[in-house]
């Protein structure tokens, strides 16, 4: 039997950066659960966000040849069975690396346009990284939003109802709270065995998600 096949997209400008880490140790769960790995890294590879007249939609023509580029990150999607796209959460939002990747990729036609979408039968789970605190009071108002948008707006629009949202929440490891009246504070840095054990909770909380969105 065949592997399932598990395509990571990691969205970060910095190959040192804590969501490629994150990215790799996802990529290191699924792996130990039985998925062959697909890992997507879209600044190593040089994806370029921004949209092209080439892979601008043709609302005449739902099965226009978009560019080379894309159509090579199309098959890695269609060959996917769980897309998990790691991510670090900007203005309550992904950063443009991924938007872009959707824009570009998930397009007429192929995410979405037809009434059987060709993303029919995946899974998806998206893990973001928020450097707000679990307790920050909006904290579940930053989940509500990224739900609506992702879950909703992008995975359920293009086929794939079977999705999720995972936020790791204070991936900074300085408390960061904003108080009624706007007003932003942040804690002292952990140090030392502090911070340690602060990432390596963080790593297990990103393999827990995973498990329970896959029954693991």
């Not at 199309?74 to 824009?103: S, T």
């Not at 794939?160 to 504070?185: K, R, Y």
Request: aromatic content about 10%.
């Amino acid at each position: 039997m065949t592997a399932p096949t598990a395509l990571v997209v990691v969205a970060h400008h910095r190959a040192d950066s804590l969501t490629a880490h994150v990215g790799d140790v996802a990529a290191a769960r699924l792996k130990e659960a039985g998925y062959a790995i697909d890992l997507l890294d879209l600044r190593a590879e040089g994806f370029d966000p921004r949209m092209t007249e080439a892979d601008q939609p043709d609302w005449d023509d739902r099965d226009k040849a978009y560019s080379p580029e894309v159509r090579a990150h199309m098959a890695r999607l269609l060959a996917a069975d769980v897309i998990v796209p790691v991510f670090p959460v900007y203005w309550n939002g992904v950063p443009a690396l991924l938007k872009g990747w959707i824009d570009r990729v998930w397009n007429y036609g192929f995410g979405y346009g037809r009434s059987r979408p060709r993303l029919a039968g995946k899974r998806m789970l998206w893990l973001g990284l928020a450097g707000a605190g679990d307790g920050d009071e909006f904290a579940a108002w930053m989940q509500e939003t990224l739900d609506r948008v992702l879950r909703e707006g992008i995975s359920f629009y293009c086929g794939i109802p079977d999705s999720g949202v995972a936020v790791l929440h204070d991936a900074e490891g300085e408390s960061q709270t904003v108080d009624a009246e706007g007003n932003f504070s942040k804690g002292a840095p952990l140090e030392g065995e502090a911070r340690a054990a602060h990432y390596a909770a963080l790593d297990r909380r990103a393999e827990e998600h995973l498990e329970a969105f896959l029954g693991l």
